[in-house]
């Protein structure tokens, strides 16, 4: 009996092309910052918001609620960077804080939406039929009315709080949303692969979690990163009318309407550093998450 023969393998030649390892991370960060600039200038700026929230409690220099009025009404220095409220509170330490609790509501409301519309999306989308009718007739009826005036009546009768808060935007978000999810599936669902799967017995959650899911995936990226900044803005603008995180947490619309409405011509640092916060924050996400939809969506690739 002869033994097989194994080849021993060879090295390519010195200059030769080596394949490349894979690093999907490092290559996306690329392409963010060569082909859209000012998204990868964006994600710059959330990401020193996100660091600066997550460190809020370390980087605060006084304590959230410590008055002294002694230094009330003192304008931005070397001492207090943004100054100080009508009670004598540092401006900087209730911007972190505030800051900390924005981005908390905002992306666990961001989650929370992100789940109903595939909850909602998915089934309509891939079922079709009267299940999708009865669905789509209840997102109609739901997106009729304006959601500015279903939050203020929803947190008028649960009351103020960050959990309710949470959950209104959460369904808010997540029902209209759900549009977008659905009409994904429904494409999704026709391709051969799908067909395929149903052919040889695959169960539907199966297909939806092993092939449908995984192909929505940028869908559900953007979905989630472009709600960040619509609720970060609904929550201010509940704060700003007395129905959002009840005092004396520190959130940006609640010193926008407390102490920066009655001190801005005072104190104008009191309007004008909360605005701005809430300018740049939103800012940044909305072209960061318009970067995100040109890389990801693959009828945007190719185009520059």
Not at 128 to 150: S, Y
Not at 230 to 246: D, K, M, T, Y
Not at 294 to 303: E, K, Q, V, Y
Request: one cysteine or more; proline letters at 7%; hydrophobic letters at 50%.
């Amino acid at each position: 009996m002869t033994s097989a023969s194994v080849s021993p393998s060879v090295d390519p030649p010195d200059g030769a092309m080596r394949p490349r390892p894979a690093r999907p991370v490092r290559d996306f960060v690329v392409r963010l910052v060569r082909d859209k600039p000012l998204g990868a200038a964006g994600a710059g700026v959330f990401l020193i918001f996100v660091v600066a929230a997550v460190f809020a409690g370390v980087l605060a220099p006084y304590g959230v609620n410590e008055t002294s009025l002694y230094r009330r009404l003192q304008a931005p220095s070397g001492d207090y960077l943004f100054g100080t409220d009508h009670l004598g509170r540092d401006m900087l330490s209730r911007i972190l804080i505030g800051g900390q609790l924005s981005m908390t509501v905002a992306v666990l409301t961001s989650g929370l939406a992100t789940l109903v519309s595939l909850a909602i999306g998915m089934t309509a989308g891939y079922f079709g039929g009267r299940v999708d009718m009865v669905t789509q007739r209840f997102v109609d009826a739901w997106m009729i009315f304006p959601d500015l005036i279903l939050l203020v009546v929803v947190i008028s009768v649960l009351g103020p709080g960050v959990p309710q808060i949470i959950v209104v935007l959460g369904l808010l978000y997540g029902i209209g949303g759900s549009r977008i999810v659905r009409g994904a599936v429904m494409s999704i669902r026709e391709n051969t692969y799908t067909r395929a799967a149903q052919t040889i017995g695959a169960t539907s959650l199966h297909i939806l979690w092993r092939h449908i899911l995984p192909n929505i995936a940028p869908v559900v990226i953007l979905l989630f990163t472009s709600r960040i900044g619509g609720v970060i803005l609904a929550e201010a603008g509940l704060s700003f009318l007395g129905l959002g995180v009840p005092p004396p947490a520190p959130t940006w619309g609640g010193m926008l309407s407390g102490a920066g409405r009655s001190y801005m011509y005072v104190a104008p640092w009191l309007a004008i550093i909360p605005g701005v916060c809430l300018t740049l924050v939103v800012f940044s996400i909305n072209v960061f998450g318009d970067a995100l939809r040109d890389l990801l969506d693959p009828r945007m690739r190719g185009t520059r």
